[in-house]
């Protein structure tokens, strides 16, 4: 468990499933945290369940996915993961999701990923964390710049929201460049 000003981040458990399902099917948090992407559109309970059951199997050596719980009441309002971690390398891919409108754009999405990034450079010793959004979530897209991550270019065109085409935004941070929070 890791604890920021804000939230915790927790390992996931079986219980958190019903969070998931339901923000999954919110098409609101599904427009900003994926881009209309129709793989983490609506789901069933049935569907979740089972990824779950991967999830939780998972080595945290190649990837984890955690839940977010706010510290004020211990609500669980989103969640946060890496992937892709290649050891050799030394990268990972990261992303966060609050799921809970009410928490959207006031900082607990930001505290999560400060302490995903604070444990990746620390416990494992990365090189390179990368992440990526799409240019119409500009919340998003401060919000990474603002910890520190750097854009690093733009797949042209590549999302479609609605009926609209953005960017998909590439972002990257080097050890070096992360300054950890006193």
Known sequence: MFEGKLVRLRALRSEDAAHHVRWRNDP???RWAA?????????TAEA?????????RLSPRESAVFTVEELAGGRVIGMADYRDLDPYAGVATLGVTIGEREFWGRGHGSDALRLL????????????????TWSGN????????????HEEGRR???????????????????REEWTAPA
């Open 117 to 132: 990034v604070t444990h990746l450079f620390g416990a494992y010793g990365l090189r390179r964390l990368e992440l990526d």
């Open 138 to 149: 500009e919340r998003a897209v401060r919000a990474f710049c603002r910890l520190g991550f």
């Open 35 to 43: 881009a209309g992407d129709p793989c983490f559109g609506p789901v």
């Open 48 to 56: 979740i369940a089972l990824g779950f059951e991967t999830m939780l």
């Open 156 to 174: 042209r065109s590549a999302v479609l929201v609605e009926g609209e085409r953005y960017d998909r935004v590439l972002f990257g941070m080097l």
């Open 28 to 30: 609101e948090v599904v």
